[in-house]
């Protein structure tokens, strides 16, 4: 019986939302799981690009012009995946809270 006791409590561990978006986006477990906050990540993960922008375009309007392109490219990016995230919200919403059944709905079946 204790056996199950740790199996439930390993399952809670690895409840959460990091966990999920690596399974979700690449069927597998992050065992890297960031703690800083999302300033912090944001922060980290653009500083090289930027910097980079920074080393490439002296010229301060080249730099504006291509950090604009960057912008726009990485606001599709968010949008689309903020979409997908909405989507598979709303499909586990759907299968925890109106159905019983556990077969996963047909491709295509919620848009």
């Known amino acids: 019986m204790r056996e199950q006791g740790e199996y439930v409590n390993k399952l ?16 597998t477990e992050d065992s890297s799981i960031e ?11 653009s500083d090289p690009i930027y ?3 920074i080393s490439l375009y002296p010229n301060e309007a080249d730099r504006e012009h ?10 599709a990016h968010d949008a689309v995946y903020m979409e997908i995230g ?19 709905p ?5 848009k």
């Open 86 to 104: 909405m989507k598979a919200g709303a499909r586990l919403v759907y299968q925890l809270l109106l159905t019983n059944d556990t077969t996963p």
């Open 51 to 53: 910097n980079r922008l």
């Open 35 to 45: 703690t800083e906050s999302y300033h912090v990540r944001l922060k980290q993960g």
């Open 12 to 27: 809670f561990e690895r409840m959460d939302l990091r966990q999920i978006r690596e399974f979700l986006l690449y069927g």
């Open 106 to 110: 047909a491709e295509g079946s919620i």
């Open 66 to 75: 291509a950090g604009n392109d960057l912008s726009q490219a990485l606001a």
